[in-house]
Structure formats: structure tokens, C-alpha cells
């Protein structure tokens, strides 16, 4: 394979990027943790599409024309229609105050529901610090859409991405006023609770049982 052509075929995945939609959340987690390992496996079936078989022939239509599926379109996000709303459907207990005078009213326009890379921390460390080795605020910031989604798929505490074991899992996300927030989401006995601490601060290190979400990777 040349150059030119990996240039290209990445192009087109890119042009197509809805057929990954079907992938679910862990799947493509995985694979944004491990990007070389699902490298390998996309040339392996690809490599191996006709093993076992002739070569599959491009159907032809006669009285038909495919039509190629359009994303969903975004709309807007509302703080107020769901992390503050008892009828939300997620068990929620009442969150920090910090969190409610900062984000209360927040609406996130052309919302999108992309996927978050998760980190382990491997030393105990201030948000500061954690933001830096991220690459900078830019590179940190996630949504609270984004945030959203990941509660939502375990609205009463099961087991998924987010921890439940009492741990903080930790976003940095911008406020009302567009000042990034370090945002705390933690599972307590009777729900969800959220917390947002500024990043200037100088309060006790995040401990390395906690885990941190960035959407952009340096």
C-alpha cells in the first residue's frame, strides 16, 4: 500500500464516518485506546473479505436508488432540562453549589455526541497539572452533552465507563461564563452527584482512584 493510497482510504473513512455509528460506546473506546491494535483488525478483514469465497459482485438496481443515511443533526443542550430536572429519568441527588451558580441555565448549541478518551491517573495531581499534561484548556475541554450521554447509560449506577465506586470521574468543562470549570461526577448511594471546583484553586490533589475524560487527545 502506498502512501497516496493511506492517504486516501483514511479520506474516505472520514468522508463515511457515519457507518462507525453502529459501534458501540465500549467498542469504539477501545479502539481510541488502542488505535494500532484496531488498525491491524481493519486490514485483516479487509485482507480476508474473500477468503472462502468469490470475489462479491456491486449489486445493480433496476427501479432502485441508494441513498446514503444522513447524521442526525444536532440540537441544542440544556443544564436546565436535564442535569437540574427531577423528571430527567436519571437518579440524581442534589449537586454542589459551586456546580449549580455556575452551570444553572447553561445551553450548549449544535451539541454533538462525540466519544471521550478516559485516563487513569498514575499520581496523585492538581487539575492544573492534569490539564497541562492534556495539551491546555483547548484540548481538555468536553461538554456538557458529552457528559450527559455517558450518565445517561448508566442512569441508576450500573456498571459502564463511569465509576461507581464512590471515585470521581472528572471533566473540565467551560461554565456560563466561559471560564473552564473542573467538573466532579460521582455516584453516591441515591444518585448522581456533580461538582464543579475552578482550576486555579489550590485545594488537595486529585488521588490516582480517580479517573479524568478529555475529548481531543495531544
Not at 449544535?110 to 492534569?130: C, G, H, P, Q, Y
Not at 450521554?149 to 461554565?175: C, K, P, S, T
Not at 456560563?176 to 448522581?192: K, P
Request: glycine letters at 6%; aromatic letters at 10%.
Amino acid at each position: 500500500m502506498t502512501a497516496k493510497q493511506t492517504a486516501t482510504l483514511l479520506g474516505r473513512f472520514v468522508e463515511h464516518q457515519e457507518y462507525f455509528n453502529p459501534l458501540p460506546t465500549e467498542h469504539a473506546q477501545w479502539a481510541i485506546q488502542n488505535p494500532k491494535d484496531a488498525a491491524a483488525l481493519c486490514v485483516t478483514a479487509i485482507k480476508s473479505r474473500t477468503n472462502g469465497s468469490s470475489k462479491t459482485e456491486e449489486r445493480t438496481y433496476k427501479v432502485l436508488r441508494p441513498v446514503m443515511p444522513t447524521p442526525s443533526k444536532s440540537r441544542p443542550f440544556k443544564a436546565d432540562d436535564t442535569f437540574f430536572n427531577e423528571k430527567s429519568g436519571v437518579k440524581m441527588v442534589k449537586h454542589g453549589n459551586n456546580f449549580t451558580i455556575w452551570f444553572i441555565g447553561k445551553v450548549e448549541k449544535d451539541a454533538s455526541d462525540a466519544i471521550l478518551m478516559r485516563f487513569k491517573l498514575v499520581t496523585s495531581v492538581r487539575d492544573n497539572e492534569i490539564v497541562r499534561d492534556l495539551g491546555g484548556e483547548d484540548k481538555a475541554e468536553v461538554t456538557l452533552t458529552e457528559i450527559w450521554r455517558l450518565i445517561e447509560r448508566q442512569a441508576n449506577g450500573g456498571e459502564g465507563v463511569l465509576l461507581v465506586n464512590g471515585w470521581a470521574n472528572i471533566f473540565y468543562v467551560r461554565d456560563v461564563n466561559g471560564v473552564l470549570r473542573a467538573v466532579g461526577v460521582d455516584w453516591r448511594d441515591d444518585g448522581w452527584y456533580v461538582e464543579a471546583l475552578t482550576l486555579t484553586l489550590d485545594y488537595d490533589e486529585r488521588l490516582v482512584y480517580n479517573q479524568v475524560f478529555s475529548r481531543s487527545p495531544r
